[in-house]
T-cell receptor, first 112, second 111 residues
Framework: DTAVSQTPKYLVTQMGNDKSIKCEQN?????MYWYKQDSKKFLKIMFS???????INETVPNRFSPKSPDKAHLNLHINSLELGDSAVYFC???????????FGQGTRLTVV | SQQGEEDPQALSIQEGENATMNCSYK?????LQWYRQNSGRGLVHLIL?????REKHSGRLRVTLDTSKKSSSLLITASRAADTASYFC???????????FGTGTSLTVIP
């Protein structure tokens, strides 16, 4: 059973489009995250939600809007996609902020 | 930036040798974690060491933590080709609401 699943795995889209990435965890965790990994492999936290409430919102353009309908889901919507948004986006979850973090397999977003 | 630094950035060793990676961080932490990422895949957690611990073992992995120097090391003994991956340290702040990854070490184990 997949613990943290995100879809789609690959996403190729044109500049200016709006797209969403979905994430679900079946671990019963109360905290979920979105990370961005760039071409240099740097992993940067974008958002953190605890019990559906936004905890961390790093310096991320307003075009990125996370939505957490419930504890098990944290979706990422991106408006007006730009070339620089091309990266791998990872969803993750943990039990409270201090536990081990479980990652999804990533969504490779390519903006052309 | 609160991101930790890891060194070396890249490490290439022969199978059977030991591999050591270092991680330095900037703020006080609750715990530090090491993760592994195979090419094109998600991250998998390897080991967690709390701020009041100095050393931890798990199989061929040995992690040390020196909070006075704000540094940690990951030692992989008797390396195997299958250990080839990127390794990241991650720190969790004392408040528990900040979780940051280091820059990663790319390890290549040559058969």
């Amino acid at each position: 059973d997949t613990a943290v699943s995100q879809t789609p795995k690959y996403l190729v889209t044109q500049m200016g489009n709006d797209k969403s990435i979905k994430c679900e965890q079946n671990l019963g965790h109360d905290t979920m995250y979105w990370y961005k990994q760039d071409s240099k492999k740097f992993l940067k936290i974008m958002f953190s939600y605890n019990n559906k409430e936004l905890i961390i919102n790093e310096t991320v353009p307003n075009r990125f809007s996370p939505k957490s309908p419930d504890k098990a889901h944290l979706n990422l919507h991106i408006n007006s996609l730009e070339l620089g948004d091309s990266a791998v986006y990872f969803c993750a979850s943990s039990q409270a902020h201090q536990g081990l973090v479980f990652f999804g397999q990533g969504t490779r977003l390519t903006v052309v | 930036s609160q991101q930790g630094e890891e060194d070396p950035q890249a490490l290439s060793i022969q199978e059977g040798e030991n591999a050591t990676m270092n991680c330095s961080y900037k703020t006080s932490i609750n715990n530090l974690q090491w993760y592994r990422q195979n090419s094109g895949r998600g991250l998998v957690h390897l080991i967690l060491i709390r701020s009041n611990e100095r050393e931890k073992h798990s199989g061929r992995l040995r992690v040390t933590l020196d909070t006075s120097k704000k540094s940690s090391s990951l030692l992989i003994t008797a390396s195997r080709a299958a250990d080839t991956a990127s390794y990241f340290c991650a720190t969790v702040s004392n408040t528990g609401n900040q979780f940051y990854f280091g820059t990663g070490t790319s390890l290549t184990v040559i058969p």
